[in-house]
């Protein structure tokens, strides 16, 4: 009887042993299966974190586009409005200068004619020499 008995012993401590490890087993595919949809989980997360830091990007490279076209925009303007001050600047500049000999002239007429005919006789003797 106590070989009986061993036998029975040793089945049920398969039987127990054979419990335990589909117990394992069961356990081991659960977290395998809770791990594989956490991974999901974070992978998706993760896409929709690159395609924010994209949008970012995307929004920070067209302000900056925009921003560099207003400064151009601005440098332009400036530009042009410092060129329209330079020429009315030379333009009065010059009108002054024309005033100033009108009213030297008026003054001073027999100079001008003095002055006149020898700026004459010296370019009528040069052009004779050629």
């Known amino acids: 009887m106590s070989g009986q008995h061993e036998i029975g012993s040793i089945a049920g401590l398969a039987a ?5 490890l ?3 087993k069961d356990n081991i595919a659960r977290s395998a ?4 949809e956490d991974l999901a989980v974070q992978l998706h997360q993760l896409q929709d974190d690159v395609t ?3 949008n970012t990007i995307g929004a920070f490279g067209k302000a900056a586009g925009a921003e560099t ?5 601005r ?4 530009g042009a409005e410092a060129a329209h001050e330079f020429a009315a600047d030379a333009r009065e500049r010059a009108h002054s200068m024309v005033g100033g000999f009108e009213e030297f002239a ?11 005919l020898g700026l004459g006789l010296i370019l009528g003797l040069m052009m004779r020499k050629r």
């Open 106 to 116: 008026r003054r001073n007429p027999h100079c001008v004619l003095g002055c006149t």
């Open 69 to 73: 076209g207003e400064a151009a925009s």
């Open 52 to 54: 924010a830091i994209q």
């Open 22 to 24: 589909q117990r394992a």
């Open 33 to 36: 299966g809770s791990a594989g």
């Open 16 to 20: 127990r042993l054979a419990e335990e």
């Open 75 to 78: 440098m332009g303007a400036a």
